[in-house]
């Protein structure tokens, strides 16, 4: 399930499914992202992101992770996410008070 702009992959580990975004996680592509992810991940199961080698990211994938997250909880599932990302996203993700949402380690590229 990828595109020249974004990937996102969906592998089992355990009782959980894995979700790993990356590429162009943007406005431009989140329609599509958004598509992949309601076709694709199945909230019987607890949910855990990776964000990986993002290219960008901006307040709309956020916004989706937020989504995922709730609809897990409201299935009584457990969500994670987590991400290895440059100081110019950790800073989005800090000032728009998703910092809670995604758990990240600075990666200076």
């Not at 076709?39 to 019987?44: G, Q, T």
């Not at 969500?79 to 200076?108: Q, T, W």
Request: include cysteine; proline fraction near 3%.
């Amino acid at each position: 399930m990828s595109d020249e702009n974004y990937s996102v992959q969906i592998s089992k580990e355990g009782d959980s499914q894995v979700v790993t975004f990356s590429g162009q996680l943007t406005i431009n592509y989140i329609q599509n992202i958004k598509d992949l992810v309601g076709k694709k991940i199945h909230f019987s199961k607890d949910i855990v992101v990776k964000v990986e080698n993002p290219d960008n990211l901006d307040i709309t994938f956020l916004q989706l992770l937020e989504s995922i997250k709730a609809t897990a909880e409201s299935n009584q599932r457990k969500f994670s996410a987590s991400g290895s990302l440059p100081d110019e996203l950790l800073s989005l993700i800090s000032n728009s008070g998703f910092s809670k949402l995604l758990s990240c380690n600075p990666v200076n590229k």
